[in-house]
């Protein structure tokens, strides 16, 4: 089922709770907040077969950013926050992220990324060469691309 139906049809129902901070985000929510994701993948230059590096913790962004990709046409990857920094550049720079997206608990091990290439963004913070991704998320409207089409995950391991 899609996210937009599981909204339409559940959209106060609980989406996910993150167990650690008891954080619950509804499908309406989450619907909302993939369709302001997919505006500024768009509005970067994002499109169908671009790629998304992901480096983030258990966060609530996580699901959001792949929603996000997967109503885009775009790859993304979730990338393991337990990797050495060479192992992160590897996969960033073999995939052609044209966005990655982490937050500022990693900022040590992503500092010395090569990420010249991409639209770098921070979650919970920021740091030289990031963005914020909710201030640049709270830009965007809560409305569908007018090209969505299937995006899907690309694993490394």
């Given at each position: 089922m899609h996210l937009g139906e599981l909204a339409a049809t559940s959209a106060n129902k609980a989406a996910y709770v993150i167990a650690e901070t008891g954080v619950t985000?509804?499908?309406a929510q989450l619907d909302d907040l993939s369709m302001q994701a997919s505006q500024l993948f768009r509005q970067l230059g994002l499109n169908r077969g671009d790629h998304v590096a992901i480096l983030l913790e258990n966060h609530?962004?996580?699901?959001?950013?792949?929603?996000?990709?997967q109503?885009?046409?775009?790859?993304f990857t979730a990338i393991s926050y337990r990797l050495q920094e060479e192992e992160?550049?590897?996969i960033v720079s073999d995939c052609q992220a044209k966005a990655f997206i982490t937050s500022k608990s990693q900022q040590h091990l992503v500092e010395?990324?090569?990420?010249?290439?991409?639209?770098?963004?921070?979650?919970?913070?920021?740091?030289?060469?990031?963005?914020?991704?909710?201030?640049?998320?709270?830009?965007m409207p809560a409305e569908k691309i007018?090209?969505?089409?299937?995006g899907v995950q690309m694993l490394y391991s």
């Open positions: 985000t509804t499908f609530p962004a996580l699901l959001q950013i792949c929603f996000a990709a109503r885009s046409g775009l790859y992160v550049d590897y010395k990324l090569s990420l010249d290439h991409c639209h770098s963004f921070m979650v919970d913070g920021v740091a030289a060469g990031f963005n914020s991704w909710e201030e640049s998320l709270a830009e007018a090209d969505e089409s299937i």
